[in-house]
């Protein structure tokens, strides 16, 4: 990822310090300040806002699929994607300074961290405890102090706040990589010379027959690749679907701007979030060294 030149130099991200959106945030913006926030909502609002330039939001992991409240989150906003950043989530359990694996019996952290721990969890007989947020509960691992309560959270947030690390990559599946966007109030035009080049869209359909085979039809026709495409039902309604798709090329790109074009006439709208440059990590895990 290219890292622009910028003011404040400042990223916000949910959670507390020594998340792992705060590990993402430092690995893709090294330099920058990471400003932690309690909500989604309260990370965009700081960019909204101008009081940082950036948020580094996570969007879905390899094994537990997408985060769903940043599709509703992110058309609300007057946000645009301007980079993508992927992060191996390498999962530890913490403890106190007193705490010998054997003395844990419950463990904190974030349900989806709780779930991509299950096995092993389950191997050790320790009862999972949903918390908000990873490092949040070895925060309050570390405040509480009990040697039979544990955290599930990374090594950062081990440094952070003091605890000892009990074991590593504890997670059930080797892949288990979380993919963020990171998101900016004014655009970017990546240089197709840094790589390939990503842009993400959101369309609505018509409630006709064979509506999304019409919609879709174009990018088949104009041999433009669509790598992701997620469905999800909004304001209620079993009628009015909405898509969220990443492709691959610029909208200038004539073949991307003839695809678009099809799109719209099938669809009640289209909105483009963005075009950034592809992630190295996303290239070689489709084996394209």
């Not at 130099?9 to 990471?34: D, M, R, V």
């Not at 537990?64 to 989150?73: E, K, L």
């Not at 691992?141 to 599930?152: D, F, K, L, M």
């Amino acid at each position: 990822m290219t890292v622009e030149t910028n003011v404040k130099n400042k990223i916000a991200f949910q959670g507390a310090l020594g998340a792992y959106s705060n590990i993402a945030c430092e690995e893709a913006y090294p330099g920058w300040t990471p400003v932690p926030c309690v909500t989604f909502e309260d990370a965009f609002a700081k960019v909204e806002k101008g009081e940082t330039d950036r948020a580094m939001i996570p969007i879905e992991n390899s094994q537990a699929g997408r985060v769903a409240d940043i599709h509703f989150i992110l058309p609300e906003s007057d946000l645009t994607i301007v980079g993508e950043h992927f992060l191996r989530v390498r999962h530890c359990l913490l403890g106190t300074e007193k705490s010998q694996l054997a003395d844990i019996e419950t463990v904190l952290s974030h349900p989806q961290a709780l779930g991509q721990c299950r096995k092993y969890l389950n191997s050790q007989g320790i009862t999972p405890v949903a918390h908000g947020d990873t490092a949040d509960a070895a925060r309050v691992v570390a405040r509480r102090a009990e040697i039979s309560r544990g955290a599930i959270a990374s090594r950062l947030a081990a440094t952070t706040y003091g605890l000892n690390i009990l074991a590593e990559d504890i997670e059930d599946a080797g892949h288990n990589t979380t993919r963020f966007v990171v998101l900016a109030k004014t655009p970017l035009d990546p240089d197709p010379a840094d790589g390939p080049i990503m842009t993400t869209i959101m369309f609505e359909v018509r409630n006709v027959p064979a509506a999304l085979y019409k919609a879709l039809g174009g990018f088949a026709t104009n041999r433009v690749n669509m790598t992701k495409l997620e469905s999800y039902l909004t304001d209620g309604s079993f009628n009015a679907t909405q898509f969220f798709a990443d492709i691959e090329g610029h909208p200038n790109d004539p073949q991307v701007a003839r695809a678009l074009e099809e799109l719209d006439f099938h669809t009640k709208w289209v909105r483009v979030f963005g075009s950034y440059t592809r992630q190295r990590m996303r290239v070689a895990s489709d084996g394209e060294r």
